[in-house]
């Protein structure tokens, strides 16, 4: 069992930037790959990017490749999104998700395993 936290959502201007952060409980977090997704009203809960298991690789919804970048610290049990270049189809409830995986990653939504309760960012333009 993992339990995950998410912080550092809020308001912000068209083309500005968020870090978002996700600390995890337990001390299997290197076991776990890591994903942030997010959900928008009305809409289907999304892939934005996910992290191998060592921080080694990583992928992107296309949305976002290269405005976004995901990081994890083993040590600290933190996963980071940093968010630069924001935009109003940006805002929604974003989520941090943990997935039980012997080796590498992926966007699926029904494969990770725990979840935080979210985090709002939205974006004026």
């Known amino acids: 069992q993992v339990q995950l936290v998410e912080s550092g959502g809020g308001l912000v201007q068209a083309g500005g930037s968020l870090r978002l952060s996700c600390v995890a409980s337990?001390?299997?977090?290197?076991?776990?790959?890591m994903g942030w997704f997010r959900q928008a009203p009305g809409k289907e809960r999304e892939f934005v990017a996910a992290?191998?298991?060592?921080?080694?690789?990583?992928i992107y919804a296309d949305s976002v490749k290269g405005r976004f970048t995901i990081a994890r610290d083993n040590v600290k049990n933190m996963v980071y999104l940093q968010m630069n270049s924001l935009k109003p189809e940006d805002t929604a409830v974003y989520y941090c998700?943990?997935?039980?995986?012997?080796?590498?990653?992926?966007?699926?939504?029904?494969?990770?395993?725990?979840w935080g309760q979210g985090t709002q960012v939205t974006v004026s333009s």
């Open positions: 992290i191998t298991k060592s921080g080694g690789s990583t």
């Open positions: 337990g001390r299997t977090f290197s076991s776990y790959a």
């Open positions: 998700a943990a997935q039980r995986i012997i080796v590498g990653i992926t966007r699926s939504v029904a494969q990770y395993n725990f």
